[in-house]
């Protein structure tokens, strides 16, 4: 069983319908799919996967090497005493617009930036599809992610998941589902290791070549209802390749109030009736910060109470 891969270039021809209800489909049943001819061009796609190996060899694998997760783990391969719990196997860059990015990589920042804009271009286009799909005005999902007088949050994890000496004790990346909106991930073409709970089973998320991943977080899940639903997922350590693993979080601003849209609320008098309450992004997160590797229903309990 593979996650569906939907080639978003026919959405602009005779196969537009077909290619809509592939996304539904994507959206629906799996909550993850995988977009090629999606826009963005091969030759930067290169660039990005060049800058960002180059960044971690020349700014963060001598750190990571030396870091309290590596000699945990040495320590507990040899004294045989478990597994190491509330960590990741992983390194994490985080570019923000505003926040300071690595500077010893030539070409890092520049190639970030030009792929950071191409990204959100398609992120908006992936929202209007769900918008046409969910019988929502164009552009609905984009202005309820605006909070007030507030632009919707777009960040990207640069991730590395170094080849590991005991996978077995350590998780690359715990399983969560993803607190926000829309997900866009650029990942390793040849290291595998992402993996979707589907129908009570992990499945591989396969490594396809300048493929874009797509998936939905839990405020897509709010928005749509429940129609959408954000998925767990998780990154398994692995003992060879360093799996690279560039995801960018198209979410709510942090003021915006998020709530069912009222097209899919159907005979619904009372918001307590709801499956999904009204809340303030912010909060969320707030309640997210405590939970994220927890089931997300007491999440949307919490915020109702807040």
Known sequence: MAIPVIDFSKLNGKKRAETLAQIANGCEEWGFFQLVNHGISEELLERVKKVSS????LEREENF??????????????????KLENVDW???????????????????????????????KLAAKVMEVMDENLGLPKGYIKKAFDGEGDDAFFGTKVSHYPPC??????????????????IL????????????????????????????????????????????????????????????????????????TIS????????????????YPKFVFGDYMSVYAEQKFLPKEPR???????
């Open 260 to 275: 069912p849209a009222p097209q899919l609320v159907e005979n619904v008098k009372e918001e307590v009736d709801q499956a």
């Open 54 to 57: 180059e960044c971690f060899k």
């Open 90 to 120: 992983e390194d994490v860059v985080t570019l923000l617009d505003d926040n300071e990015w690595p500077a010893q990589t030539p070409g890092f920042k520049e190639t970030m930036a030009e792929y950071r804009s191409e990204l959100k």
């Open 165 to 182: 000496s005991h996978p077995e004790l350590v998780n690359g990346l715990r399983a969560h589902t993803d607190a926000g909106g829309v």
């Open 65 to 82: 090497k030396n870091s309290t997760l590596v000699k945990k783990l040495n320590e507990l391969a040899e004294t045989k005493s478990g």
């Open 300 to 306: 949307f309990q919490a915020v109702r109470a807040m």
């Open 185 to 256: 991930l650029y990942q390793d073409d040849v290291v595998g290791g992402l993996q979707i709970l589907k129908d009570g089973k992990w499945i591989d998320v396969q490594p396809l070549p300048n493929s874009i991943v797509i998936n939905t977080g839990d405020q897509v899940e709010v928005l749509s209802n429940g129609r959408y639903k954000s998925v767990w997922h998780r990154v398994l350590a692995a003992p060879e390749g360093n799996r690279r693993s560039i995801a960018s979080f198209y979410n709510p601003s942090l003021k915006a």
